[in-house]
Nanobody
Framework: QVQLVESGGGWAQPGGSLNISCAASGFPFSIAVMSWFRQVPGNNRELVAAITKFGEAVHYRDFVPGRFTISRDNVKSTLYLQMNNLTRADTGVYYC?????????WGQGTQVTVSS
């Protein structure tokens, strides 16, 4: 049974940082492409970044380079998203995602709130 459990969200001030994690189980994490999505209020869920099994990161949104870094630890079966220089526009729910055996799987999400 595939499980994705996010953690590490919370509150940060503008310009601050957060590092969120996703603990994965139920599939061979080390060979799976993993992704982070987010859903900000009033918008559809959007892809933030993805990372290959080799650790090659692909950032899909122009707000990401230089601020967000996706990484993975295949020994711990954990996906990370380091977020720096946060802005209020980054407020939302961040989801871990994997497509495995043709099926999409989502974590429950972790709330990130950026405010002063």
């Amino acid at each position: 049974q595939v499980q994705l459990v996010e953690s590490g969200g919370g509150w940060a001030q503008p310009g601050g940082s957060l590092n969120i994690s996703c603990a994965a189980s139920g599939f061979p994490f080390s060979i799976a492409v993993m992704s982070w999505f987010r859903q900000v209020p009033g918008n559809n869920r959007e892809l933030v970044a993805a990372i290959t099994k080799f650790g090659e990161a692909v950032h899909y949104r122009d707000f990401v380079p230089g601020r967000f870094t996706i990484s993975r630890d295949n020994v711990k079966s954990t996906l990370y998203l380091q977020m720096n220089n946060l802005t209020r526009a980054d407020t939302g729910v961040y989801y871990c995602y994997v497509k495995w055996n043709g099926n999409p799987y989502w974590g429950q999400g972790t709330q990130v709130t950026v405010s002063s």
